[in-house]
């Protein structure tokens, strides 16, 4: 939902910036590194401490690099297949860092196993909500539902709030921590939602498939059928024609060895 409209506006927003990055001489995979490590970084380093605002502001900084890659690749006109699973899979990776970093602080000094258990569902449903695109599209299937809660709300959604609950923390706001456990529930029920949209889509795309293929397999047997039948046709009616001919060969023979003998019995009766 996220990715239709603030991609094409931070895409215009940060070309100028690849632009630079390019002349420096800097290549796209190399930012696609750099940016998933800051990822990782901010988010494995800070949230297990609690510190949620410091380390949104590191992820920040470094999350924008998910745009700039393919900004570089496309200024470069050298868009690669290659590229592009290089930047999908490392997207995975820092995801898994993110809610991986809230895990390990509910599970430690957060001391909630309740709301461990939901980031680690955040993390997994994430995932599998990914999954079932890639999924769907490599066997011919594809999925055309974006669903409710994208990659992109669900990172807005998880660091925006986590890095208001850092208030209460860093800078003694009261009350404001309680934004990300709502976080984290809102993007459990969204990645639920936005799974189950993906599969039924999945599912129905699979039934018209297999309905339009036994539609085309039927018309094909009926073609042959009509086929192997003209075939027969046209096989009886040469047989037919075989036999006739044959007959008409044998008849011939007969007279001609007929007239053959009269002749010979001629001659034999004048030798005489």
Sequence with gaps: MLNKYARAFFTRVLTPFAAMLLRLGVSPDAVT????????????VFYPMGEFFWGT????????????????ARQLGRSSRWGAFLDSTLDRVADAAVFGGIALWYAGRGDDLVLCAVTLFCLASGQVVSYTKARGESIGLPVNVNGLVERAERLVITLVLAGFSGFERTFGVPWIGVLLPVALWV???????????????V?????????????????????????????????????????????????HGTDHGTRRGKEHAEEQGRTV
């Design 187 to 201: 993007v459990a029920a969204g990645s639920a939602v936005t799974l189950g949209q993906r599969v039924v889509t």
């Design 33 to 44: 590194l750099v940016g998933t490590g800051g990822v990782m970084a901010g988010a494995l």
């Design 203 to 251: 599912r129905r795309e699979a039934a018209e498939a297999e309905t339009q293929a036994g539609a085309n397999g039927g018309n094909g047997g009926n073609g042959g059928n009509g086929a192997n039948g003209a075939n027969g046709s046209t096989g009886g009616g040469s047989a037919a024609g075989d036999h006739s001919s044959n007959g008409s060969a044998g008849n």
């Design 57 to 72: 502001l590191v992820i920040t900084l470094f999350v924008f690099s998910d745009l700039v890659d393919g900004n570089m």
